[in-house]
């Protein structure tokens, strides 16, 4: 049944909506002296699993390794450090199950609207339940989104000429067809992201030819599939500690490539066209089809396990094409420079639509609020917003990394609260403070799309969004929460003049 109320409702049962109802929990059961006693998860679609539950297309996997994907307090047990979407989403239900979080789980509830009542110090938020889409009301102390940062509903696909020739298939890998039999057929991916490079070697064996078609290149990186380091420390130590220390050497590893990638750009540039080069051989063109001309981490840098896209192009069973599209055809696509790529499907791996918290009409006191002229606090808080939280994982690492440091601030902040009898928290936004830069300062398509809609970030903490995790680990973890931006207030004390 459909709480009416509860202390803290999470919106978003995938990976991060898991880890914010575990330390929420956490709290619950090791201080029974708290007033905070419930709460609640709603999840728009009918399954735990969030992105993992969505994607269905050949090969989905993580891009991260699964030592800091998954939960530091539910360790991953697979060997491989590079898992499979269907792995990964059986870990997040298990996880679920475990700590019997999925109790608490309101399944087919698709949150619409949001409005914050200073006077009853608490949000109403406007639910549709079940397929008739019911209006349902709500009310919570805390509103805590985890509902990722795309549109769940559909894709991004370039409008482009005579699509409507094609006499193929086309689709987008997030509405994968369940029965889609591909055996002999000739493939064309459109994109060059990580998704793209997931799909043409899962699809190279058994189609007759699979092509990726990129506008432009993106860093490529092969690693294993299985983390060699990992398992010798499984076999010296105690799983905990051996968990602990695969964890920590993932962590510092991903921390020095990054900083090495914004520090000598071009020595990473050269490093890593340099084991593309090793992997095709001195004759292929590696400068036209995997030399960017962005530097290393202004987009993500993609990840194939165990060489298996290069190993796909090496056997002839896949190609890559640098080239723009003038035109769909009956039979393909005619390039700008006159090829005609024939194709039997076309994935159009073009990328996501960025759709913060689900898209939610967010109000206080009848004010609307505009994400895109709002400040990010910590990553986590929006300016002159109470009782809210959203968690947004890292673009340099691990989602799983900052998704935890903010559920394990998120229940500091709420035991504070409770603990001094607060109702309200509000990071309040001085004056004279302005948004320099988008919370996500990348330089991906799917992001520039979308920068008018994201929160800003200021020059210093604590409204600077540091992709750092030892960072944000003593900010959220170390720091006082009462840290002189971040208001607290009673409800009697409290009036809605405070963040008008």
């Excluded at 059961?29 to 269905?56: K, P, S, V």
């Excluded at 697979?78 to 989403?89: F, T, Y």
């Excluded at 940062?149 to 193929?168: I, K, L």
């Excluded at 990071?427 to 799917?446: E, M």
Aim: positive net charge; aromatic residues 10%.
């Amino acid at each position: 049944m459909t709480p009416e109320h509860v202390d803290v409702l999470i919106v978003g049962a995938g990976i991060s909506g898991i880890a914010a109802a575990y330390y929420i929990q956490q709290i619950f059961t090791a201080q029974r002296h708290l007033n905070l006693r419930t709460y609640a998860i709603i999840e728009a679609r009918d399954a735990i699993g969030g992105t993992w539950d969505l994607f269905h297309y050949p090969g989905i996997r993580s891009d991260s390794d699964m030592h800091t994907l998954g939960y530091a307090f539910y360790p991953w047990q697979n060997p491989k450090a590079i898992a499979d979407g269907p792995a990964i989403c059986a870990y997040v239900r298990e996880t679920a199950a475990h700590f019997s979080i999925d109790r608490h789980i309101h399944f087919h509830h698709r949150l619409r609207r949001a409005a914050w009542d200073s006077d009853k110090a608490r949000w109403e938020v406007i639910v549709e339940v079940g397929p008739a889409a019911t209006p349902t009301i709500i009310t919570c102390g805390f509103l805590y989104m985890c509902t990722g940062y795309y549109d769940y509903d559909q894709g991004y696909t370039p409008q482009w000429p005579g699509v409507e020739q094609f006499q193929g298939t086309i689709i987008h890998p997030q509405q994968w067809p369940e029965q889609l039999d591909y055996t002999g057929k000739r493939v064309v991916v459109i994109g060059s992201g990580a998704t793209a490079v997931t799909i043409v070697p899962a699809m190279a064996d058994q189609a007759a030819h699979v092509t990726m078609l990129q506008r432009s290149p993106t860093y490529i990186v092969s690693r294993p599939s299985e983390d060699r380091s990992a398992k010798w420390l499984q076999s010296h130590f105690p799983a905990s500690i051996a968990h602990g220390l695969t964890r920590w050497k993932n962590i510092l590893s991903g921390m020095y490539t990054y900083a090495l990638a914004r520090s000598r750009p071009a020595l990473v540039r050269t490093a890593i066209v340099k084991m593309v080069r090793t992997e095709l051989g001195p004759t292929y063109d590696v400068a036209k089809d995997f030399s960017p001309t962005y530097n290393p981490w202004d987009q993500r840098v993609c990840l194939v396990p165990d060489s298996d896209l290069f190993q796909a192009m090496k056997a002839g069973k896949a190609s890559v094409v640098t080239d723009q599209i003038e035109t769909f055809t009956a039979t393909g696509l005619r390039l700008v420079s006159g090829k005609e790529l024939p194709a039997d499907i076309i994935i159009t791996a073009t990328g996501l639509t960025m759709r913060l918290m689900s898209g939610v009409e967010l109000t206080v006191d009848g004010r609307h609020v505009d994400l895109g002229t709002s400040l990010t606090y910590k990553g986590l808080m929006i300016s002159d917003v109470p009782n809210l939280a959203a968690s947004f994982g890292y673009t340099n690492a691990s989602w799983t990394l900052k998704c935890e440091l903010i559920a394990r601030y998120v229940a500091r902040l709420l035991r504070y609260m409770d603990r001094h009898g607060y109702d309200v928290c509000l990071p309040a936004r001085p004056a004279g403070v302005v948004g320099t830069r988008p919370a996500i300062d990348f330089t991906s398509g799917y992001v520039q799309r979308a920068v008018a809609t994201l929160p800003r970030q200021g020059q210093k903490r604590p409204w600077r969004t540091y992709q750092n995790y030892v960072r944000d680990l003593f900010m959220m973890r170390y720091n006082r929460v009462s840290d002189g931006t971040l208001r607290f207030m009673r409800r009697q004390n409290y009036q809605s003049s405070t963040i008008r």
